[in-house]
């Protein structure tokens, strides 16, 4: 069964009315009848009496601030960051389309860190959306180019350009990979 809209209170359309008075309708065949009662309310002048006495306004002239980029939370391979759970949920399962993919086998730490940032500004630069990064398991302690590539993507300057990544599906590498989501171009 369907609930009637609340209706307001005389004080509560008084004060509409007041509020509108200046206002022009889009389309006046919608249009409400005032409520009795509004005089109430004191009579404030109306925009348009205000600017045939002063004259034409000045314009407004706005500083231009420099943009700061809004500070962003660490990545986190359990939880999205700055993302909403359905795309998080795709990402996580492997449903986004892949559009590049980076292997860093055999690379060392140096080398691997060069070509992850420089792959992510390219792609980014290309438009590409969902990268795959495949680090390998390692052979000790999980491996170094594994434990050390979210390290990477959550440091400057991937980080800016990173909305989120996840481990990826078993197809594509499982724990040995990583799905990097990234931001548009703007």
């Known amino acids: 069964m369907r609930r009637r809209p609340r209706q307001l209170s005389a004080e509560e359309e008084r004060l509409w009315n007041h509020a509108v008075r200046d206002t022009t309708p889009l389309h006046p065949q919608n249009r409400r009848p005032a409520a009795t009662g509004t ?10 009496a205000s600017a045939d006495r002063a004259g034409p306004a000045p314009p407004v002239v706005y500083p231009s601030l420099p943009r700061t980029p809004r500070q962003s939370q660490q ?11 359905r795309n ?4 996580k399962r492997g449903q986004m389309g892949i559009d590049a993919r980076l292997d ?15 792959f992510i500004i390219a792609q980014q630069a290309r ?4 990268l795959l990064v495949i680090t390998g398991m390692g052979e000790r302690n999980g491996g170094i180019l594994r434990n050390m590539t979210p390290r990477w993507l959550d440091t400057e300057p991937n980080r800016s350009r990173i909305l989120a990544y996840s481990t990826a599906h078993v197809r594509d590498g499982g724990p040995g990979a990583l799905y990097v989501l990234l931001k548009r171009r703007r």
């Open 39 to 48: 005089a109430a309310l004191p009579a404030l002048p109306s925009a348009q």
């Open 75 to 85: 990545l986190d391979l359990s939880r999205p960051v700055d993302m909403d759970r």
């Open 88 to 91: 998080w949920q795709r990402l």
């Open 104 to 118: 860093l086998h055999g690379l060392s730490q140096v080398e691997a860190h060069d070509r992850l940032s420089g």
């Open 127 to 130: 438009g590409s959306r969902c």
